[in-house]
């Protein structure tokens, strides 16, 4: 050990024997700014990590007053997961560059340099981004959705998680408020508000995991006669809505096709009938049921096939269950 660190110590001082100086200047002066660039930047007074639906956001209060989120938690949070270039996705996707807004734009180009604590309690340089800019990011996409600018299956689960997260800052604004007003923050719990939002979009987050997945589909595409995968990405005819509502939705309980229809029709434009499902016992007999549905689907050489197994033994509440007489008389 002490050899290698004798040996790094001659590495260094040949390299600075052999720099020029007018580099060593440049070196000191570079240095001498970064030094006072630092010394510059707004300091983090407090630190602390905010849970939303999964998602963890690091998030700080600068002494300048500025509240502020990590990019990493900034692109986790509409479900842009991964590292890397993840917010300078955010302001390359369409959804947010058809919204027009240059502002938002230009806040996420240009984050907020600033000294934060690192997870291991040393100040370092960090990069953010104003907490309203979360919130801003959620209305570019919620309006790209308003303007039917919405085309993939991701761009669908962006507006989802965005719809979800404007209506929690809503919730938890006019609580926030009323407890202004009253003065009963200074006796909250100091993780209450967090506590609020996390139970609320947590709540409405569960409903969007995937439930017909490529199997269902690729069967449908097959029964119908169609080419699969269809040449558009996720094309899917939109009378497969219809089918689905047939082969699915009327066959698992008398009256839930019509409460299903009737509770989507009061929610927000876009959601999917099985996300209005009770998350425990609804869901697993939706599943239970698809599962049957797609082992049918497999063992069918046609629609027509299908159909005749599937009312045989799972007929619609709505109607009389049919019956083979052929096969009754014999």
Request: glycine share 10%; hydrophobic share 35%.
């Amino acid at each position: 050990m002490v050899e290698r660190s004798a040996g790094k110590s001659r590495g260094g001082d040949a390299r600075a024997n052999a720099l020029t100086a007018e580099r060593r200047k440049e070196i000191s002066r570079m240095g001498v700014e970064a030094k006072k660039a630092r010394a510059q930047m707004p300091k983090a007074t407090h630190s602390g990590v905010l849970q939303i639906g999964g998602s963890e956001i690091r998030c700080f209060v600068l002494d300048d007053g500025r509240r502020v989120l990590s990019g990493r938690g900034l692109t986790g949070a509409i479900g842009m997961k991964g590292r890397g270039q993840g917010v300078a996705r955010i302001s390359a996707n369409k959804l947010i560059k058809s919204s027009n807004n240059s502002e938002l734009l230009v806040a996420i180009e240009n984050p907020i340099k600033f000294i934060g604590k690192s997870p291991k309690g040393r100040d370092e340089p960090s990069d953010g981004f104003e907490a309203t800019v979360l919130q801003e990011i959620c209305e570019a996409i919620l309006t790209a959705r308003d303007n039917g600018e919405i085309r993939t299956e991701h761009d669908m689960r962006y507006a989802q998680q965005a719809d979800v997260l404007i209506r929690g800052f809503a919730r938890v604004g006019i609580v926030a408020l009323v407890d202004e007003a009253t003065g009963y923050q200074r006796d909250r719990a100091r993780d209450a508000l967090a506590k609020i939002l996390e139970a609320y979009v947590a709540k409405e987050l569960q409903p969007w995991v995937k439930t017909f997945d490529n199997d269902y589909y690729e069967n449908m595409f097959r029964l119908r006669g169609l080419p699969y995968p269809p040449e558009k990405t996720n094309y899917r005819p939109s009378y497969f809505g219809h089918l689905t509502n047939d082969v699915v939705y009327s066959r698992l309980a008398p009256g839930v096709l019509t409460a299903l229809k009737e509770e989507a029709k009061r929610e927000r434009k876009g959601t999917k009938l099985f996300q209005h499902l009770n998350p425990g016992y609804g869901r697993q007999e939706l599943l239970k049921h698809l599962g049957m549905v797609v082992g049918m689907m497999k063992i069918s050489d046609n629609w027509s096939d299908f159909m005749h197994k599937l009312n045989r033994v799972a007929c619609r509440y709505d109607q009389t269950m049919l019956l083979d007489l052929e096969e009754t008389d014999r």
